[in-house]
């Protein structure tokens, strides 16, 4: 499977569901991560908030996948390997947690935060998006689909604060 981050828009091209899934766990898992850092840093009450429904939800997703993950691997007769393409991928959003002097930065503005949790939530977005015209399975879809609503919501939570 290859996936194209670059520009606007995500393509997914020779879709396979388990290197999907295997993606998929690392947003969420980079999710849980920036969402966690941000919530030692922000000390606003209103964002503290909302980035702790945040965490919840995208453990929940992060959870999802990593279920999934264990079934397709069961179904096929596979290890989950260590390095896969989840794991070199270039998101362009997340890579940002590399350089942690840079990650402070941005978490000692909440603006700033916000913005790269936007970006973040686009992301995710776009990437549902093209696993739900791969997916063929109904009961799949219809999860994908109630992910893609959440993150939508997240966007809309992340927004509403930055305008304040």
Same mark, same amino acid.
């Given at each position: ?12 091209? *020779? ?24 919530? &030692? ?15 919840? *939800? ?32 270039? /998101? ?12 402070? *930065? ?17 992301? /995710? ?19 994908? &689909?109630?992910?893609?609503? &959440?993150? &939508? *919501? ?11």
């Amino acid at each position: 499977m290859k996936v194209d981050f670059s520009g606007d828009e995500i393509e997914i091209y *020779d879709f396979d569901e388990l290197e999907a899934c295997r993606i998929a766990r690392k947003l969420e898992r980079d999710g849980v991560y920036y969402y966690s850092r941000m919530k &030692e840093e922000v000390l606003q009450p209103k964002i503290r908030e909302v980035v702790e429904m945040l965490i919840a *939800d995208e453990r929940r997703h992060l959870k999802l996948f990593e279920t999934k993950v264990e079934e397709l691997c069961h179904e096929r007769d596979v290890v989950d390997e260590d390095e896969t393409l989840a794991d070199i991928i270039d /998101s362009g959003v997340m890579d940002i947690m590399k350089d942690s002097a840079r990650v402070s *930065d941005i978490l000692c503005n909440p603006q700033e935060a916000l913005r790269l949790g936007i970006s973040a939530e686009k992301r /995710s977005i776009a990437f549902y998006g093209e696993i739900l015209q791969a997916t063929r399975d109904k009961a799949g879809k219809a999860a994908i &689909e109630e992910l893609i609503k &959440e993150e &939508e *919501d997240h966007l809309s939570k992340l927004t509403g604060l930055l305008r304040k």
